[in-house]
């Protein structure tokens, strides 16, 4: 059974950047899916931030694009989410998720204050 666990730091200050990994464990990684991240801010639905394809691609949510930056290093089953500039707007859980195969990590809350 595939697992995703989030992993990074709750509270990060105003304009630095924040940066988190997904470690996915158990049974066989599958590069060739698109492997995305979530956020959902308090009081407000699901974002869809962004994902990486098995070729390294990148599609990002054109409102986060310019400070948003997804990899992935397979060989640590591992990818990561970076997200420059940060406001407290971007106070929320933070999700990693495989989503055509309906796989998520339980979810990370992260704090931007001062």
């Known amino acids: 059974q595939v697992q995703l666990q989030e992993s990074g730091p709750d509270l990060v200050k105003p304009s630095q950047t924040l940066s988190l990994t997904c470690t996915v464990s158990?049974?066989?990684?599958?590069?060739?899916?698109?492997w995305s991240w979530i956020r959902q801010s308090p009081g407000k639905g699901l974002e869809w931030m962004g994902a990486i394809g098995g070729d390294g691609t990148t599609y990002y949510s054109p409102s986060l694009k310019s400070h948003t930056a997804i990899s992935r290093d397979t060989s640590k089953k591992q990818f990561s989410l970076q997200l420059s500039s940060v406001t407290p707007e971007d106070t929320a859980v933070y999700y990693c998720?495989?989503?055509?195969?309906?796989?998520w990590g339980q979810g990370t809350q992260v704090t931007v204050s001062s």
């Open positions: 158990g049974g066989s990684i599958t590069i060739t899916y698109w």
């Open positions: 998720a495989i989503l055509r195969l309906g796989y």
